[in-house]
């Protein structure tokens, strides 16, 4: 019989009191159940909403390109100089994992660029290589600090020399993997600002690897001490890294300072390299970019106009206008 009654209810919320009673009379029901049906029938029922939950998403990836191209023809020129062809290239992307107290982030910047006279003599020169791989894994464990691990992978594309008056003359001075840097951090990383974070790890690794034996005294081997035969040179030092990124309207600043001391070599000064990244955006897919790069490391040997070879500060910088074109979510900061 109860199980009559709520078929007879819901019925009733369904149909209204006209449908009930029609339903009650066919199914001879006694007055105190009709009254029952009746009065279920009054009650309002409660719209339901349904509301879609997103799952979270705790990766974030993005990839920006950029791409600038120069040429330059020169036919009976009576002002003179050299036709060219110029390039380079940019690609920087990121993709980021957060979930609770856990963070792992991932980078990589590829660069590429060369210059062509095309004068009588003249010959391709490289401009602009690198390839550099950042990861960063850190677990929360105070406000804004988290125990952290850092790795660092470094190196060329092509071959790079020092150009002399005839292809001769040129010198080569690197090449993919010579040198090639490897770097694993173990410490704590700090971020007391969104834009702003310091990573220092006491206890790091770092491998330097060249492939070619005819470089290796020009990065850290010693022929009277080491093995020259050995491809791979290690430190075991400190690193301190800082990074600042942040845009400003259509200007974008980006600069990464890493400081490591070799434990191994206490006589050698801290090596320094300091990244400074500005992106000025003038239209949807244009952009003017100055970035600059500067080293200084005793391990690395290089010789002068008067043929010495000593540690040196390298500096480089390039000034682009460049076609720009990013993919996912990527924020140029």
Known sequence: MKNKIILFALVALLGGLASVKSFAQEQELTSAQEMCLIVVSKIDVPEIQYVEVEEPKYWTNGIMNQ???SQVSLTNWAAGGVGSIAMNAYV???ANYKKDLMIWENRV?????????LGEGERFKKSDDRIQVDSKWGYGVANKLYASAVFNFRTQFAKGYTYGATKADDKLISAFMAPGN???GLGVDWKPLGVLSFNIAPLTGNMVVVGLEELRSSYG???KKDD???AIRTELGAQLKGEYKQSFRNVTVGTVLTLFYDYLSPELAPQVYWDLNLDFKITRFFSANLRTNLIYDENILIEGKDG???PRVQFKEAFNLSFTYTFGNYKKK
């Open 92 to 94: 920087d992307a990121h």
């Open 308 to 310: 010495e070879s000593k």
């Open 109 to 117: 910047n590829l660069a590429y660029g060369f210059v062509n006279p």
């Open 67 to 69: 791409i600038g191209f």
């Open 228 to 230: 020259m035969t050995k």
């Open 182 to 184: 490897v770097t694993l």
């Open 221 to 223: 081997w010693d022929p």
